[in-house]
């Protein structure tokens, strides 16, 4: 009887130590909260400009430039010739940017997009979804990925076309698959 | 006569027999020197009497609700006056209860002011029934309010308890230090309920003789589209200003006492928009709750709480403390039903979620928690008596606060209330 | 195992640490003293008390302790006190808390946003205190409710004379001479009829009696434990994938948005408010010229995605259609819509001009123009126009170049080539919709040459939608909720259980003519002792309810 008690006991302590570990675990990863850098990039779903679906998981492997822009965004529209550039340079070495839009009709961002010659592609987030999940609130906001789907920077404003070139540099010398 | 005026006239009845219930059981308790009857008898009969004038007062102010209801066509219990006025009626009748159970006619002399002063604060809110706005439209808005209500009531009657019990065991002849850091305690205690006879009386006097005194605030404001606005905003002040808003000017000043411009400003970290005007209200509760003090002593002739003591002479402590602890256990599951669940029922409904950690929510759990470390901590033999009733004194502060600094300090869904 | 002396004089067998015999009540320690019995869980041996703890023993043992589970109760109570003093982050929509507090509130913002309190109650440790106060109620009712379980159902009727005599309410007096037996037992008999008519459950063994009512109040403070448990278990659930979401969206007369992380879409298919009218308020309302919402409501549809979700084009059924007020909400299956909030958001949303020939008047057709996003090309009689740009907001750039200030169609701009009749090369066209814009940029003399030819514009108000009103809804799937108010329930019961009934007992013996009564209960001692008082009367004893009770300070 004594023995029964003590297994009984340390069957409620064992339950009580995995609630506990769930009550701390809800506590410090919260699915909902935007990522921050060092965190694994969340994988989305966007219709491109091409009308095709987009998965950033398709490019996995590659280094991702995930850039937040919009037509009415002097800044965005400034830095875009510079990530054009960037893109056609590195494109052979396993780098890609995407361009999310922010909500803008497909007619605006495909003049614009035409406008400027842009060949990297361009994903229309059309239900604000992407932007809230990656808690994107200035433009332009850019996330650069690495190979191993990690966000390793994260920059708010315009950027410098030397700014893009060292983090590619940078990201691509570290970080093999 | 229009239902309004008639729960007003109601209203005003219940407040005069409760004041004359309230003398009737100070004479039975100390009426018993004078009397050519058996003291004991004396006490009886003079008590029943002013339990019944209670009873009266309580008839008059069931008759003001529930013309009130009639006449406005919702419950009330949705703004600040209309909500004091209810939990005074609910402290009469929780006192009702527990004086039927005990028949001791000195829960009568604590009770009676609670519900009076209770009363006398209401009246300097805004009374008018107003239009719901949709969120109060519900009908677990009636049983959440009544019931927490009703809780927080007999918490009141459990602080007259513990209150009557400390003054009942403070030993104001010993000189230990624990004696007289408990003759402290009781004293500050009842400068603290001095202070706020003081300020009520005080707005009520003010507010009755049509004071007031108005000032503007430039405020700038961003509204959610990103753009500055600057707006005149006015404070209306109901005590004469001796601090006035930071960066204000003046509207209107009437004069007081020959001074008719603000003796100080308040400094520029109060810049919330009704922190100069209750900065100014507690300046005041504070130099009142001297005056009034300072004179009572002097009256007296030494401390407070001494000279209450001899009315509880006779009463036996340990019934003291129970009643404290009786009335509180019967509350506390109202409390809980009322303040907790039904709130979450109702705020599950209003809002979409039954918990959200507001302010005032925190609060109704930090008051539930508060009694039921007091109700764990009598089950311990050292805690019975004067800790107890300590706990329930600084238990019914919590609940106040609940009521009335949630709402005027801090802000959040909740904050109905306009003063 | 230690083996201790635990057998008392009656033959029983009792565990170690057992304070009271659990047969007879005989006291085991103290058994000469005279203060009135530690009468706790009837003085049966708890798990947490036996000796030599091990490690196990000893993490049960601290929880098990009322004083810590007070403990806990108290820094719960100061952390949530802490919560309140600034305004916490959950409540913020638009800012930023980390410069939020320090700019508000200066150096005091500052520290309070270092510590963690901007978000108290969502705190790793607030968490971990409301799991520790979780873990104490399961194990301290755990370690009372077992023993006190075994000793209330194996009462003895006959108990020992020390049990009786230092209960605290206790009586001894004759009643009877030493020999009569019978007149004993008679009057144990009669004592026995006077409770039993008080409701207790009387139990008598010659001249012994024992009687007990509302045993079942004893269980109340566990049930109401367990009821705490079962909500704190679920609120835990909501951690669950799936198990909780709560957001809010803005959603513009006629906008179907997709709710993300679901498959639901919903539409605004029309919003309604109510205001108050001047008659329907107070004087001193209407002094202050206010305007008070009466009722809003949304007419919402709720659509499911069955294919193509997440892109631009999905497939949608509808599946739910509600008016959503503030009070009730539209409820799908677990999925809820409630209204929040609203703001007046005057908005296009789409025009419908006609082409018309500005010199013949002829009307060659009209085309639907949506502000959101519009198509890339329209048919008017023989013209096709294709849509190259469009500017929401338009507006020129520091070059002079069409640009938009945003993407919110407030200076709506479209940028047409045109084909047909008169011209088969393309010619562009500028169009604004409204004419304040077609005014300030200089439409006609824009579009030169085409512009004195065809004329694009709505003839009147009924060729433009607007929407009036974003109503915001907050979204919400909470799984958990239906337990969350089953543990409130138990809570409730066990409570009610627990304070609204007292666990009363009364034991007597009459030994050589001598009463030996002995009362317990677990509170409202002043009841039981009028309630004893009152069947003594009764049964022919005279006794004052203060006299009865032993152990008291005197006055």
Same mark, same amino acid.
């Given at each position: 009887?004594?023995?029964?008690?003590?297994?009984?006991?340390?069957?409620?302590?064992?339950?009580?130590?995995?609630?506990?570990?769930?009550? !701390?675990?809800?506590?410090? &990863?919260? $699915?909902?909260?935007? @990522?921050?850098?060092? %965190?694994?990039? +969340? *994988?989305?779903?966007?219709?491109?400009?091409?009308?095709?679906?987009?998965?950033?998981?398709?490019?996995?492997?590659? !280094?991702?430039?995930?850039? &937040?822009? $919009?037509?009415?965004? @002097?800044?965005?529209? %400034?830095?875009? +010739? *510079?990530?054009?550039?960037?893109?056609?340079?590195?494109?052979?070495?396993?780098?890609?940017?995407?361009?999310?839009? !922010?909500?803008?009709?497909?007619?605006?961002?495909?003049?614009?997009?035409?406008?400027?010659?842009?060949?990297?592609?361009?994903?229309?987030?059309?239900?604000?979804?992407?932007?809230?999940?990656?808690?994107?609130?200035?433009?332009?906001?850019?996330?650069?990925?690495?190979?191993?789907?990690?966000?390793?920077?994260?920059?708010?404003?315009?950027?410098?076309?030397?700014f893009i070139e060292q983090n590619i540099k940078n990201l691509l010398g570290k970080g093999q698959p | 006569m229009s239902f309004e005026?008639?729960?007003?006239?109601?209203?005003?009845?219940?407040?005069?027999?409760?004041?004359?219930?309230?003398?009737?059981?100070?004479?039975?308790?100390?009426?018993?020197?004078?009397?050519?009857?058996?003291?004991?008898?004396?006490?009886?009969?003079?008590?029943?009497?002013?339990?019944?004038?209670?009873?009266?007062?309580?008839?008059?102010?069931?008759?003001?609700?529930?013309?009130?209801?009639?006449?406005?066509?919702?419950?009330?219990?949705?703004?600040?006056?209309?909500?004091?006025?209810?939990?005074?009626?609910?402290?009469?009748?929780?006192?009702?209860?527990?004086?039927?159970?005990?028949?001791?006619?000195?829960?009568?002399?604590?009770?009676?002011?609670?519900?009076?002063?209770?009363?006398?604060?209401?009246?300097?809110?805004?009374?008018?029934?107003?239009?719901?706005?949709?969120?109060?439209?519900?009908?677990?808005?009636?049983?959440?309010?009544?019931?927490?209500?009703?809780?927080?009531?007999?918490?009141?009657?459990?602080?007259?308890?513990?209150?009557?019990?400390?003054?009942?065991?403070?030993?104001?002849?010993?000189?230990?230090?624990?004696?007289?850091?408990?003759?402290?305690?009781?004293?500050?205690?009842?400068?603290?309920?001095?202070?706020?006879?003081?300020?009520?009386?005080?707005?009520?006097?003010?507010?009755?003789?049509?004071?007031?005194?108005?000032?503007?605030?430039?405020?700038?404001?961003?509204?959610?589209?990103?753009?500055?606005?600057?707006?005149?905003?006015?404070?209306?002040?109901?005590?004469?200003?001796?601090?006035?808003?930071?960066?204000?000017?003046?509207?209107?000043?009437?004069?007081?006492?020959?001074?008719?411009?603000?003796?100080?400003?308040?400094?520029?970290?109060?810049?919330?928009?009704?922190?100069?005007?209750?900065?100014?209200?507690?300046?005041?509760?504070?130099?009142?709750?001297?005056?009034?003090?300072?004179?009572?002593?002097?009256?007296?002739?030494?401390?407070?709480?001494?000279?209450?003591?001899?009315?509880?002479?006779?009463?036996?402590?340990?019934?003291?403390?129970?009643?404290?602890?009786?009335?509180?256990?019967?509350?506390?599951?109202?409390?809980?039903?009322?303040?907790?669940?039904?709130?979450?029922?109702?705020?599950?409904?209003?809002?979409?979620?039954?918990?959200?950690?507001?302010?005032?929510?925190?609060?109704?759990?930090?008051?539930?928690?508060?009694?039921?470390?007091?109700?764990?901590?009598?089950?311990?033999?050292?805690?019975?008596?004067?800790?107890?009733?300590?706990?329930?004194?600084?238990?019914?502060?919590?609940?106040?606060?609940?009521?009335?600094?949630?709402?005027?300090?801090?802000?959040?869904?909740?904050?109905?209330?306009?003063? | 195992?230690?083996?201790?002396?635990?057998?008392?004089?009656?033959?029983?067998?009792?565990?170690?640490?057992?304070?009271?015999?659990?047969?007879?009540?005989?006291?085991?320690?103290?058994?000469?003293?005279?203060?009135?019995?530690?009468?706790?869980?009837?003085?049966?041996?708890?798990?947490?008390?036996?000796g030599n703890p091990t490690w196990l023993d000893r993490i049960w043992n601290f929880f098990s302790s009322v004083k810590i589970a007070?403990?806990?109760?108290?820094?719960?109570?100061?952390?949530?006190?802490?919560?309140?003093?600034?305004?916490?982050?959950?409540?913020?929509?638009?800012?930023?808390?980390?410069?939020?507090?320090?700019?508000?509130?200066?150096?005091?913002?500052?520290?309070?946003?270092?510590?963690?309190?901007?978000?108290?109650?969502?705190?790793?440790?607030?968490?971990?205190?409301?799991?520790?106060?979780?873990?104490?109620?399961?194990?301290?009712?755990?370690?009372?409710?077992?023993?006190?379980?075994?000793?209330?159902?194996?009462?003895?009727?006959?108990?020992?004379?020390?049990?009786?005599?230092?209960?605290?309410?206790?009586?001894?007096?004759?009643?009877?001479?030493?020999?009569?037996?019978?007149?004993?037992?008679?009057?144990?008999?009669?004592?026995?009829?006077?409770?039993?008519?008080?409701?207790?459950?009387?139990?008598?063994?010659?001249?012994?009696?024992?009687?007990?009512?509302?045993?079942?109040?004893?269980?109340?403070?566990?049930?109401?434990?367990?009821?705490?448990?079962?909500?704190?278990?679920?609120?835990?659930?909501?951690?669950?994938?799936?198990?909780?979401?709560?957001?809010?969206?803005?959603?513009?007369?006629?906008?179907?948005?997709?709710?993300?992380?679901?498959?639901?879409?919903?539409?605004?298919?029309?919003?309604?408010?109510?205001?108050?009218?001047?008659?329907?308020?107070?004087?001193?309302?209407?002094?202050?010229?206010?305007?008070?919402?009466?009722?809003?409501?949304?007419?919402?549809?709720?659509?499911?995605?069955?294919?193509?979700?997440?892109?631009?084009?999905?497939?949608?059924?509808?599946?739910?259609?509600?008016?959503?007020?503030?009070?009730?909400?539209?409820?799908?299956?677990?999925?809820?819509?409630?209204?929040?909030?609203?703001?007046?958001?005057?908005?296009?949303?789409?025009?419908?001009?006609?082409?018309?020939?500005?010199?013949?008047?002829?009307?060659?057709?009209?085309?639907?123009?949506?502000?959101?996003?519009?198509?890339?090309?329209?048919?008017?009689?023989?013209?096709?126009?294709?849509?190259?740009?469009?500017?929401?907001?338009?507006?020129?750039?520091?070059?002079?170049?069409?640009?938009?200030?945003?993407?919110?169609?407030?200076?709506?701009?479209?940028?047409?080539?045109?084909?047909?009749?008169?011209?088969?090369?393309?010619?562009?066209?500028?169009?604004?919709?409204?004419?304040?814009?077609?005014?300030?940029?200089?439409?006609?003399?824009?579009?030169?040459?085409?512009?004195?030819?065809?004329?694009?514009?709505?003839?009147?108000?009924?060729?433009?939608?607007?929407?009036?009103?974003?109503?915001?809804?907050?979204?919400?799937?909470?799984?958990?909720?239906?337990?969350?108010?089953?543990?409130?329930?138990?809570?409730?019961?066990?409570?009610?259980?627990?304070?609204?009934?007292?666990?009363?007992?009364?034991?007597?013996?009459?030994?050589?003519?001598?009463?030996?009564?002995?009362?317990?209960?677990?509170?409202?001692?002043?009841?039981?002792?009028?309630?004893?008082?009152?069947?003594?009367?009764?049964?022919?004893?005279?006794?004052?309810?203060?006299?009865?009770?032993?152990?008291?300070?005197?006055?």
């Amino acid at each position: 009887m004594g023995r029964n008690r003590k297994w009984i006991q340390t069957a409620i302590l064992l339950a009580i130590v995995i609630v506990g570990a769930v009550t !701390l675990a809800g506590g410090l &990863f919260k $699915g909902n909260e935007p @990522p921050k850098v060092g %965190a694994r990039a +969340p *994988d989305f779903s966007l219709s491109g400009l091409d009308g095709k679906t987009h998965r950033l998981s398709d490019f996995r492997g590659k !280094l991702v430039i995930l850039n &937040f822009w $919009g037509t009415f965004c @002097p800044p965005c529209k %400034a830095e875009m +010739p *510079d990530l054009e550039a960037a893109y056609r340079k590195w494109q052979g070495d396993d780098v890609v940017i995407l361009g999310v839009n !922010l909500n803008e009709s497909h007619v605006t961002v495909s003049s614009f997009v035409d406008q400027l010659g842009i060949t990297f592609p361009i994903l229309l987030d059309s239900q604000d979804e992407i932007r809230k999940k990656y808690g994107v609130m200035n433009f332009p906001t850019t996330f650069f990925i690495g190979r191993d789907g990690v966000i390793a920077v994260k920059q708010e404003g315009q950027m410098e076309p030397g700014f893009i070139e060292q983090n590619i540099k940078n990201l691509l010398g570290k970080g093999q698959p | 006569m229009s239902f309004e005026s008639f729960s007003s006239a109601s209203l005003l009845a219940a407040f005069i027999v409760y004041n004359l219930a309230f003398l009737v059981f100070v004479l039975s308790i100390l009426g018993k020197r004078w009397s050519r009857r058996d003291p004991s008898a004396h006490t009886r009969r003079w008590g029943w009497f002013a339990f019944l004038l209670a009873a009266a007062g309580f008839v008059c102010h069931l008759l003001f609700f529930f013309t009130r209801w009639y006449g406005s066509g919702h419950i009330p219990t949705s703004n600040m006056y209309e909500f004091m006025t209810f939990l005074a009626m609910m402290i009469m009748f929780a006192f009702i209860i527990v004086y039927l159970i005990y028949r001791i006619p000195v829960i009568g002399v604590f009770a009676l002011p609670v519900a009076v002063i209770i009363i006398a604060y209401a009246s300097v809110f805004p009374s008018e029934a107003q239009p719901l706005i949709p969120a109060l439209q519900s009908y677990w808005l009636k049983i959440h309010v009544t019931t927490a209500a009703a809780g927080e009531a007999f918490f009141a009657v459990g602080f007259a308890g513990g209150l009557m019990h400390l003054l009942r065991t403070v030993e104001y002849k010993s000189d230990s230090r624990k004696a007289k850091r408990e003759q402290q305690g009781v004293e500050f205690t009842l400068f603290v309920i001095v202070m706020i006879i003081a300020f009520v009386a005080s707005t009520f006097l003010f507010h009755a003789s049509g004071y007031e005194a108005r000032f503007s605030t430039q405020i700038t404001q961003t509204d959610k589209a990103g753009n500055e606005q600057t707006v005149d905003q006015t404070t209306d002040y109901v005590l004469p200003p001796i601090v006035k808003p930071h960066g204000s000017t003046i509207v209107s000043m009437k004069p007081f006492l020959g001074i008719d411009k603000p003796l100080f400003e308040a400094p520029a970290w109060m810049n919330g928009v009704n922190a100069g005007r209750k900065l100014n209200t507690v300046i005041w509760s504070v130099i009142l709750g001297l005056v009034l003090y300072a004179v009572l002593r002097l009256v007296a002739r030494r401390r407070l709480g001494e000279a209450i003591q001899p009315i509880l002479n006779g009463m036996d402590p340990e019934d003291l403390d129970e009643i404290s602890y009786r009335a509180i256990a019967i509350g506390y599951p109202v409390f809980t039903l009322g303040a907790l669940i039904f709130a979450m029922i109702w705020a599950s409904e209003a809002w979409g979620r039954f918990w959200g950690w507001d302010p005032k929510e925190v609060w109704a759990l930090i008051t539930w928690l508060f009694y039921a470390a007091y109700l764990h901590l009598r089950l311990s033999r050292g805690w019975q008596g004067k800790p107890s009733s300590w706990m329930s004194v600084i238990g019914f502060l919590v609940v106040m606060f609940t009521l009335i600094g949630v709402n005027l300090v801090i802000a959040g869904l909740h904050s109905y209330a306009g003063v | 195992m230690r083996i201790e002396n635990t057998k008392c004089e009656c033959g029983h067998q009792n565990y170690a640490g057992t304070v009271l015999c659990e047969s007879c009540g005989k006291p085991l320690y103290d058994d000469h003293g005279s203060e009135p019995l530690e009468m706790r869980y009837d003085g049966v041996a708890r798990r947490s008390q036996r000796g030599n703890p091990t490690w196990l023993d000893r993490i049960w043992n601290f929880f098990s302790s009322v004083k810590i589970a007070i403990y806990l109760i108290l820094i719960t109570l100061a952390a949530s006190v802490l919560g309140t003093v600034y305004p916490q982050e959950n409540t913020f929509i638009n800012l930023d808390p980390s410069t939020y507090y320090k700019q508000t509130y200066g150096t005091t913002g500052e520290i309070y946003y270092l510590l963690g309190l901007s978000h108290t109650f969502d705190s790793w440790w607030y968490r971990l205190l409301l799991f520790m106060i979780g873990t104490s109620l399961v194990i301290c009712s755990l370690d009372r409710v077992l023993p006190l379980y075994r000793a209330l159902n194996k009462q003895q009727i006959r108990k020992h004379p020390g049990f009786l005599s230092r209960q605290k309410v206790t009586l001894t007096c004759d009643i009877a001479e030493p020999g009569d037996q019978t007149s004993q037992e008679q009057w144990v008999q009669t004592m026995a009829s006077v409770l039993r008519k008080r409701h207790y459950r009387v139990h008598t063994d010659g001249t012994a009696l024992m009687a007990e009512k509302y045993r079942f109040s004893r269980w109340g403070p566990y049930i109401n434990h367990i009821g705490l448990i079962i909500f704190l278990l679920a609120a835990l659930a909501r951690s669950i994938p799936g198990w909780h979401m709560d957001q809010y969206m803005g959603f513009i007369e006629g906008q179907t948005l997709k709710i993300p992380n679901t498959p639901y879409y919903l539409k605004n298919e029309k919003f309604t408010v109510d205001f108050y009218k001047p008659e329907e308020m107070s004087d001193k309302f209407r002094q202050r010229d206010l305007i008070v919402p009466k009722m809003y409501e949304t007419q919402a549809v709720l659509y499911q995605c069955t294919s193509r979700c997440g892109t631009a084009d999905p497939v949608l059924k509808e599946v739910a259609r509600h008016p959503i007020r503030v009070n009730d909400p539209l409820n799908y299956h677990g999925f809820m819509a409630y209204q929040f909030d609203y703001k007046e958001t005057p908005r296009l949303i789409s025009v419908t001009p006609s082409l018309r020939n500005k010199q013949t008047g002829e009307v060659y057709g009209s085309i639907e123009l949506d502000m959101n996003n519009p198509q890339k090309s329209y048919q008017a009689g023989p013209y096709r126009l294709e849509l190259k740009s469009y500017f929401p907001d338009f507006g020129l750039d520091e070059h002079g170049q069409p640009m938009t200030k945003s993407n919110e169609p407030k200076a709506p701009a479209f940028i047409f080539t045109i084909t047909g009749p008169g011209m088969e090369k393309g010619q562009p066209y500028l169009y604004f919709p409204r004419m304040i814009d077609k005014d300030t940029y200089r439409q006609d003399d824009v579009n030169g040459a085409v512009g004195q030819l065809l004329d694009l514009s709505v003839g009147s108000m009924e060729g433009v939608k607007i929407a009036q009103y974003t109503s915001y809804l907050n979204i919400r799937v909470d799984k958990a909720l239906p337990y969350i108010w089953f543990g409130a329930a138990v809570s409730m019961i066990g409570l009610v259980m627990g304070f609204y009934w007292q666990h009363r007992r009364v034991w007597l013996r009459v030994d050589d003519g001598k009463l030996l009564l002995g009362a317990h209960t677990n509170k409202n001692w002043f009841g039981l002792r009028k309630e004893v008082a009152a069947a003594l009367g009764k049964a022919g004893i005279e006794a004052d309810p203060k006299t009865l009770e032993t152990g008291r300070k005197t006055l």
